[in-house]
């Protein structure tokens, strides 16, 4: 029997996902806020192999099993062994200003922020009646350099900001607290390096060799294109061949020879 592939590619048109306003002092620029990045991962479906049926979830009572529906599902946190149910204005109530506003409370250089703590970026649309105050802030932003610290919330959960230029565009990038980074002491990784001054000027040479000027644009998602072809070829009954492929941990005595090798190896590449 043919293999039957059930496959989605996703290309939603761009919506907005939160409505309010940008705050700095007494200025107040009405704006929309877009998800400025999508998934170029395949869309897959989870089917029962018996009969390749799609597999459905449902939301189930966990005292009777019998499926909820959606309407009569309320949101609970459990509070001294009991749950508290929150109904959607309460979760406007303990701060209505944040989930309307994005409140600018300063500026700082943005080579002050440790990369650790960005975690999504958003493109910044001027609603109606804003498009002369975005345009001056986002001018004024770019010929500062200086980039606005703010907070607001977002599908029920506060989170930081900076917001910045990008091109003729504002950004958003969402940013993470301090509390939400873990502590980097848990982990298990060796002290200060005690290598031989020849391994350490050899790994010197080879980073020197590996540089070039970053372009993000030469760096492409290949492995869902490949996925994609294994899709085509088992629809056409064409079993994927299986790649050979081993991966071997060096000892730290070869390390002195793996980095000549790679030296010898990007030399022949340029010659």
Known sequence: MMPYVILFIKNDAMKSIWKGAISFGLVNIPVKLYSAVQSSSLDLDML????????????????????????NIVKG??????????????????????????????????????????????????????EKAYAIFRDALAKSGKVGVGSFVMRNRETLAILKPYEDVLMLERIR?????????????????KSKP????????????????????????????????IIKQKSKGIKPKKPKMQLVHRKSSDLMSLLKASLEEKRKKVS
Do not use: C, W
């Not at 029962?48 to 309407?71: H, Q």
């Not at 979760?91 to 999504?120: G, L, M």
């Open 48 to 71: 029962d192999s018996k009969d390749l049926a799609n597999i459905k979830f449902k939301r189930v009572n966990a005292n009777t099993g019998k499926e909820v529906p959606y309407e």
């Open 77 to 130: 946190y459990m509070y001294q062994d009991e749950y508290v149910v929150l109904e959607p204005e309460d979760f406007e109530s303990a701060d209505a200003k944040k989930t309307h506003t994005i409140e600018i409370t300063n500026f700082v250089s943005e080579n002050e922020i440790d990369p650790i703590y960005y975690e999504s970026p958003y493109y910044i649309e001027p609603d109606k009646g804003g």
């Open 177 to 193: 607290f301090e509390q939400e980074i873990r502590d980097k002491n848990e982990l298990n990784v060796p002290e200060a390096t």
């Open 198 to 229: 020849k391994e350490m000027d050899m790994a010197i040479k080879l980073i020197d060799q590996l540089t070039e000027k970053f372009d993000v644009s030469a760096y492409k998602d290949t492995y869902t294109e490949k996925l994609l072809d």
